[in-house]
């Protein structure tokens, strides 16, 4: 043959474990660099653990003093969450931190008229932290039975490529609030971020060939010092002096309180604000986010393991990760924070951008978490980094998380309008159903569950308001039910590759990447 090699008309070759990962789950880099790798992890998972007291916070009656303390305790807590995690639960690189979808139970809670005859603040935040913290402890009763007397596993088990898709899809797209908004709220730091970011991560590598490659690795660290640096620029020059209290609060980095509000050195510990309460009401209300939670994180579990490069997970591994989780959020109760645990999103998403799926990297992480929360003040710096330069980092961390659901479709097929339908429909109506929860409350101040309840009402909106949550369910549903029985349904759902995946001894490659430490599988046989 002369002239031009031809291309190949052959599709892509399917590919149980993804290639080009530069460290998978069992292998680490160099201890030096795994330590910068673990600090990128813990910067990046800062902006959740900020983010989600600044909101409740302020609503329980609290100051910067303590939402200082509140972001303390997450930390503390998600640094024994992520070691537990990586250690005895899915053994996936995966940073256990606070959940989103806590945030709207949190504040019901703390708007209760209950609240309202406490005149101290602090009486009053601490009056609602107890009542959210017992129901985060019974509440997380619900996933440590279902994880652990294997009904996860069970459920798990029916999920197929197909199924599996719209749920990671939506785990990280459904935060588009969390975004490009948060951006937004000052376009001269976040925009930049989000510019430079995508060019140290994506093509400066492709034009620039080094020996390592650091700007892909470190295009986090990298890009964050520069506009954080710049944002101090303007702070000190004064550009912001005359601006809005609002613009100030999302542009200056002094404005954040946390550095004023937090200890020099502080010890969380187990029930700092007091003996919880215990209201059958709020205890229903948080079993329906922790539900969510569990659904969003089995997402995450999903993501980590392709991005580590490891065999998908089997049934008995998310049901074991979901009984880990369940304690975590009994942690997170006992020692006093407005949220229960789950994957983090985002540093799913900085898995995909580094090309480092290493355990050991997130359990340094966790370290960090753990040392930065004692040392209140050191950790209050790096936490008040500008929110818009966080939500610049979620714009891409979160995409990069979900594009692990496309990699599923390469086992379906997409000639099948079964296959077209029940993607496309439960895509869809994860996005919009939520949307019709969210503008209805905007719209009219309440939910559009009207019962007379107001307990059911809110636990309604709590599990719509959920993308992942409501396309995942839609989606496992209609695949379980719709043309069962038709002879090409198995392959066109991926059943027959996912098999093999189905049960933790059916792939030898399970025992590389899921298998417990200190020979404790011996003794918990997964199966």
């Given amino acids: 043959m002369t002239g031009a090699v031809k291309d190949e008309l052959v599709p892509h070759p399917v590919k149980d474990q993804l290639p080009g990962v530069d460290y998978c789950i069992n292998s680490n880099p160099s201890w030096a660099e795994g330590v910068i790798l673990g600090f990128q992890h813990y910067l990046v998972m800062l902006g959740t653990t900020v983010i989600i007291p600044t909101i409740i916070v302020p609503q329980m009656g609290g100051g910067n003093v303590e939402k200082a303390q509140v972001i303390q305790t997450l930390l503390f807590v998600a640094g024994v969450n992520t070691l537990l995690q990586s250690w005895f639960g899915t053994r996936l690189p995966v940073v256990i931190g606070g959940s989103f979808r806590f945030i709207m139970p949190a504040v019901f809670i703390a708007l209760s008229n209950r609240y309202n005859t406490y005149l101290d603040p602090r009486e009053r935040f601490k009056q609602s932290m107890r009542s959210m913290q017992g129901a985060l402890m019974i509440a997380s009763v619900l996933p440590t039975l279902a994880g652990f007397l294997g009904f996860w596993r069970i459920v798990t088990r029916f999920l197929c490529p197909l199924s599996k898709a719209p749920l990671v899809l939506l785990v990280g797209f459904g935060l588009y609030e969390q975004g490009f908004p948060l951006l937004g709220e000052c376009v001269e730091i ?16 492709h034009m620039w060939t080094l020996k ?171 936490a008040s980094i500008p929110l818009p330069i966080i939500g610049a980092l979620y714009c891409v961390l979160f995409a990069l998380m979900s594009a692990a659901g496309f990699d599923l479709l390469q086992f379906c097929n997409l000639n099948s309008y079964r296959t077209k339908f029940i993607l496309g429909f439960s895509i869809y109506m994860g996005l919009s159903v939520p949307q019709y929860f969210n503008g209805y409350v905007i719209t009219t101040g309440r939910g559009p569950v009207q019962s007379g309840s107001a307990t059911f009402d809110q636990i309604m909106q709590v599990i719509f308001t959920s993308p992942a949550a409501v396309a995942g369910v839609i989606a496992y549903l209609l695949d379980m039910t719709l043309a069962r029985r038709h002879p090409l349904t198995r392959k066109d759902s991926g059943r027959h590759w996912w098999a093999k995946f189905k049960y933790y001894s059916r792939d030898p490659r399970s025992e590389d990447f899921y298998s417990l430490p200190y020979g404790l599988s011996k003794y918990f046989p997964s199966v």
């Fill in 212 to 382: 390592q490659p650091i700007f892909e690795r470190f295009a986090v660290l990298l890009s964050v010092g520069i506009v954080w640096a710049f944002a101090a620029f303007l702070t000190v020059a004064g550009a912001y002096k005359n601006r809005p209290p609002q613009t100030q609060f999302s542009c200056r980095v002094d404005r954040s309180g946390l550095v004023s509000g937090a200890s020099w050195i502080r010890f969380p510990y187990p029930l700092q604000w007091g003996i919880p309460n215990v209201d059958v009401g709020r205890v229903f209300l948080m079993m329906a986010a922790v539900l969510v939670s569990l659904i969003e994180s089995t997402g995450g579990f999903i993501a980590a393991a392709r991005y580590g490069s490891a065999t998908y997970c089997p049934a008995s591994i998310l049901s074991r990760g979901a009984g880990w989780l369940g304690l975590s959020t009994f942690v997170n109760g006992l020692w006093g924070t407005p949220t229960g645990s789950t994957v983090s999103v985002e540093n799913v998403g900085l898995l995909a951008m580094t090309r480092v799926g290493s355990r050991r990297v997130v359990q340094i992480s966790a370290v960090f978490m753990l040392f930065f929360s004692v040392l209140g003040k050191f950790g209050a710096i790096l």
């Fill in 190 to 205: 976040g925009l930049p971020e989000l510019v430079l970011l995508i060019l140290l991560s994506q093509f400066i590598p």
